[in-house]
């Protein structure tokens, strides 16, 4: 949670003399829906990603940490190991397939994400564990907190307003949304299906996952 | 009829009943344990048929489940997630780790869907491979199934997720069990039935089977519409019975099991429970029977006892032990057969008084009097003697005071007879006047010295209401062993003795065989006398009368002879009382009659003039057709009354005078010449024979026959002549034997002259030659 905030720190300083563009994402029930990922894609802007910093997906206490990262394509992303046992990460997602063996006490492994979408992650030893890469094609990206609010720095422009989320649903996942940015604006996205059950309705351990959804 | 005799013995009866019960029973409770035991035999049958389907489809659960949980399993697994990720590249891999898991997984087909259900990779045939497979379906716990290639499978699928935790389904494996390989002899043993599952269909469709092809094929053709629960097959398999429950669901129709078994496995408890009740009853029936059997002797041994009793007492044995029993009835049936021994001994008693016992003398009777002389014969053979006494004239007794006095003198007598009895004396009262008497040991006594005893019984007379009667008394004597052997013989030849000094008017008279030859005979001749007319055994011969004045044979006594086949010679005075005893005398005088007219007629014809002589009987004057049936034949032989002479004995016209006379009369009337044969030997009167028709008087041969040598007969002849010509009667002097008497009544005037010295009687034939050659010479 603190390298999630130095994120959103990083980014609003970094464009700081645009307009910025403030989210609350609210599913059909009016409900919030933290961690969710949300950009704004814009024909102006392609291309890898250019700057250095590593994104990090750790193992903590047997758990993806974060659960659901957000990385531009062409990032890199550290898979360090802060638990004392072996894991073994792997994805056999299109977007990303791989597969690493990592060992307590080992130099993190790192490596970079060139194609958009969503990578899914899991642990060949631990089949509870769950987390997730989702790899956008713009600088303009960050995830919703618990009160399903987020703010979205971007020079005033016309955007497409995209939102991502495991439970979200197909149709509001390829839902595109045109906004336009001047200055500070305010925007809800209602979604129009029903979440996606949550890990504890599906058969994941409670215990687990109780602090995220 | 046997068979109603046995069955009508109160044995056979109670036997029957007992049995009958006994086989109601038998029925009712045979009835009953059997369709009870019937009843829980199926009850268990389909409670056990109930639990086998369950055992059934729990296998079946339990091997679809195990699959289900290795599927879960192998979906796990990564490298299978990586041979799926990667077969875009190398599908030859998955499929080969796909046949691997199958056999790992003991099962018959297997595919790897994608999410999209397509198939990524498969065991199954090509065909197959276009199959779509809602692989979702098939993650349940139920029994699913899938038909392909001509073959039921149970399927299993398991969702296969790259990440475990993942909401996406990022394909599926799919496994199926071929529906055959379920139906293993494992059930068999688990259940002890024959395991089918079937699709009702038309035919129906078996999916797995541990049955024989012969049942198979009965199978399909099974009802369509199935209630769960036990039913029978058909014929010809009818003795299996089978059970069906409903196992899962095909396409909208059920698939069945069927559970199968033989009747006699079903029932086999069943049948052993019925054969131990069988065992148990006929066990208790022979029980019964026994039972039966021995109550029934219980009661019919003394019953039986009590038969052979009556029978004892039937034939006049008495008996003093009667059966006891311990049965009422039978107790009191035999005290009653006792009592009514008792009732027959005393009127037995009764009964053999007054059998033999003459109620007026109290003496023994007639039949008392046989059996003791019957007994007595028995018992020693020493001589004894029989006498029978009978009175004289008590006909006349009673007559003149009265019966009740001729009952006192019975009474009198028999006194007498008893009081003079010694112990060796035996005395009866045979019947009305006449007592029988049995002398036992006679050995120092001649039978005359007993019999005259007895008559000198009555020289006393009897006193009885002031009248004084003499009685005088006519004895038989027969003597055992000299005269007869039996106590019938002995009566007999006392009886014949009796009548023979009846007749001959002796106090006594002892029996001599020749006696019994003359009765007996007589009985015979009686029967026999009616016959000898009709068979002409009959005949008549001819004595010539010699008219001594005219010197000629004037008239012919025509005699009668009975030449008997067997006895010969039959003399007139033998048979004529009989014929006059039993009537048949009539006919033999109207025989006689008819003969003589018709031989007067030949002679006639021949040219001899004779007149005939016939004897009548007393029975022939008191029967008045006489004179019609003699007027009738002198009109059918054209004869004369004048060439008729009728003789009559002195006796025959005194015993009954008046119709005599009048029959005398009458045929004096017509011209008949009347002779009194025999005369001088009778008692006739001269009153009546001065009153008597008759023109003629027969001088008795014992006058005449010495009449030559006796001066005595000579003074009777000439005395009856002289009589006889006073009253104007003719004389016929018999037995005439010499020429000395001939002349000697010519000389005493006699008319006429008959007898051997003229001509014994002769047959028709030799008197006519006789009559030729007398003739010729008087007339030479």
């Given amino acids: 949670m603190k390298n999630f905030l130095a994120v959103l720190t990083f980014l609003s300083v970094s464009v700081a003399q645009a307009g910025a563009l403030k989210v609350k994402l609210v599913d059909n029930q009016a409900l919030h829906l933290t961690n969710a990922v949300v950009y704004l894609e814009t024909d102006e802007y392609k291309g890898q990603y250019e700057g250095d910093t590593m994104a990090i997906m750790d193992q903590i206490n047997r758990q993806f940490s974060p659960y659901i990262l957000a990385i531009q394509k062409g990032q890199k992303v550290s898979f360090p190991n802060s638990d004392s046992i072996k894991h073994h990460v792997y994805s056999f997602s299109p977007t990303k397939k791989f597969e690493l063996q990592l060992f307590k006490n080992r130099r993190a492994q790192s490596m970079q994400f060139e194609k958009q979408g969503a990578v899914e992650l899991g642990c060949n030893i631990h089949d509870w564990m769950l987390g997730y890469i989702f790899v956008v094609d713009t600088p303009y990206f960050a995830q ?70 | 009829m046997i068979n109603s005799q046995l069955f009508s013995t109160l044995r056979a009866r109670i036997l029957l009943s007992y049995l009958f019960f006994l086989s109601l029973l038998v029925f009712v409770t045979f009835y009953v344990v059997q369709s009870t035991t019937y009843e829980h035999s199926t009850g268990q049958l389909l409670a056990h048929a109930k639990a086998s389907a369950n055992v059934v489809k729990d296998k079946i659960v339990s091997r679809s489940n195990a699959l289900q949980e290795s599927l879960n399993t192998v979906s796990k697994d990564f490298s299978f997630k990586q041979l799926i990720a990667g077969s875009v590249d190398d599908k030859i891999s998955l499929k080969v780790a796909l046949q691997n898991y199958q056999r790992r997984n003991d099962a018959d087909i297997a595919w790897v869907l994608s999410d999209k259900q397509e198939v990524l990779a498969s065991t199954a045939t090509t065909e197959s491979n276009t199959l779509k497979i809602d ?51 494992e059930l068999v043993e688990l259940t002890d039935m024959d395991v089918t599952l079937l699709r009702f269909n038309v035919p129906h469709q078996i999916i797995g089977t541990t049955h024989s092809t012969k049942l198979i094929e009965q199978l399909t053709l099974l009802p369509v519409k199935q209630e ?44 052993s429970l019925l054969f131990q009740l069988i065992l148990i009853l ?127 003198l019975l009474q009198d007598i028999a006194n007498r007879l008893k009081e003079s009895a010694t112990p060796s004396v035996f005395i009866a009262h045979i019947g009305g006047d006449e007592f029988g008497v049995i002398v036992d040991n006679i050995k120092d006594q001649t039978p005359e010295t007993i019999a005259n005893e007895f008559s000198s019984l009555f020289d006393t007379p009897f006193h009885i209401a002031q009248l004084t009667l003499d009685v005088d008394v006519s004895i038989g004597v027969a003597t055992y062993p000299k005269d007869a052997d039996s106590a019938y013989g002995l009566m007999q030849c006392a009886d014949i003795a009796l009548y023979s000094c009846k007749g001959l008017h002796y106090p006594i008279a002892l029996y001599n065989p020749e006696l019994n030859k003359h ?39 025509c005699l009668i002879r009975w030449i008997h086949p067997i006895h010969g010679f039959i003399p007139p005075d033998e048979f004529i009382p009989l014929a006059e005893q039993t009537g048949a005398i ?59 002479t009728l003789e009559v004995t002195e006796s025959a016209v005194m015993s009954e005078p008046e119709s005599a006379l009048k029959a005398l009369n009458t045929l004096q009337s017509m011209g008949i010449t009347l002779s009194i044969d025999d005369f001088g030997t009778g008692y006739s009167s001269m009153a009546q024979l001065k009153k008597m028709p008759v023109s003629e008087l027969k001088i008795d041969k014992a006058f005449v026959l010495d009449l030559a040598n006796n001066e005595d007969d000579q003074v009777m002849v000439r005395t009856l002549i002289a009589l006889a010509q006073n009253l104007g009667l003719n004389t016929v002097a018999e037995g005439v034997e010499d020429s000395q008497s001939l002349s000697l009544l010519t000389d005493m005037g006699c008319t006429k002259a008959q007898g051997f010295y003229l001509s014994r009687p002769l047959p028709a034939k030799d008197f006519t030659d006789w009559l030729k050659q007398y003739e010729e010479k008087e007339s030479a």
């Avoid at chain 1, 971007?154 to 509001?172: C, F, K, M, N, S």
């Avoid at chain 1, 996205?189 to 994941?204: H, M, N, Q, V």
């Avoid at chain 2, 008191?622 to 007027?631: A, H, Q, S």
């Fill in chain 1, 144 to 213: 919703t907190d618990k009160d399903g609010g987020v703010t979205i720095d971007a020079p005033d422009g016309d955007y497409t307003l995209r939102v991502w989320h495991p439970r979200i649903q197909e149709q509001d996942i390829e839902k595109k949304r045109p906004v336009s940015i001047s200055g500070t604006q305010e925007v809800t996205i209602k979604l129009s299906e029903t979440l996606a059950p949550g890990k504890d309705e599906f058969g994941g351990e409670a215990d687990e996952f109780s602090e995220y959804d």
């Fill in chain 2, 519 to 557: 009765s007996v005979q007589r009985l015979n001749l009686m029967s026999e006398l009616r016959g000898a007319v009709a068979l002409g055994q009959l005949s008549l011969y001819y004595q010539p009368k010699l008219s001594i004045e005219e010197n000629r044979i004037s008239t012919v006594e």
């Fill in chain 2, 282 to 408: 006929a066990i208790a029936g022979i029980m019964a029977s026994t039972a039966a059997m021995f109550l029934s002797n219980g009661v019919l041994s003394p019953i039986v006892k009590l038969v052979a009793v009556a029978n004892q007492i039937r034939k006049g044995k008495y008996v003093s032990n009667f059966p006891t029993s311990s049965t009422l009835e039978v107790a009191s049936l035999s005290s009653a057969i006792s009592a009514m021994q008792d009732g027959i001994k005393s009127r037995e008693v009764e009964i053999q008084d007054l059998a033999y016992n003459d109620s007026l003398t109290k003496l023994p009777n007639r039949n008392r009097f046989y059996k003791t002389l019957k007994e007595k014969l028995s018992d020693s053979p020493a001589p004894l003697a029989v006498m029978m006494l009978d009175l004289d004239r008590f006909k006349d007794i009673n007559d003149t005071v009265g019966h009740e006095i001729g009952d006192i």
């Fill in chain 2, 228 to 271: 769960v629960g036990l039913h029978q097959l058909n014929k010809p398999l009818h003795q299996y019975l089978y059970f069906t429950d409903l196992f899962a669901q095909w396409n909208g129709t059920p698939i069945h099991i069927l559970l199968t078994t033989h009747e006699e496995k079903a029932y086999v408890s069943y049948n």
């Fill in chain 2, 586 to 644: 009539r006919e033999v005088t109207h025989w006689v009659l008819k003969e003589a007219f018709r031989q007067q007629k030949t002679w006639k014809e021949q040219g001899h003039s004779i007149g005939i002589a016939v004897n009548i009987s007393a029975i022939d004057l008191v029967d008045m057709t006489l004179p019609t049936y003699v007027e009738k034949l002198m009109q059918e032989y054209k004869s004369s009354s004048k060439c008729l």
């Fill in chain 2, 135 to 185: 692989a979702q379906k098939f993650t349940h716990r139920d029994i699913q199934l899938l038909f392909i290639d001509d073959q039921f499978y149970l399927i299993k699928a398991a969702p296969i997720k790259y990440v475990e935790s993942s909401r996406n389904i990022n394909g599926w494996l799919v496994m199926g069990i071929d529906t055959r390989r379920l139906i293993t002899p």
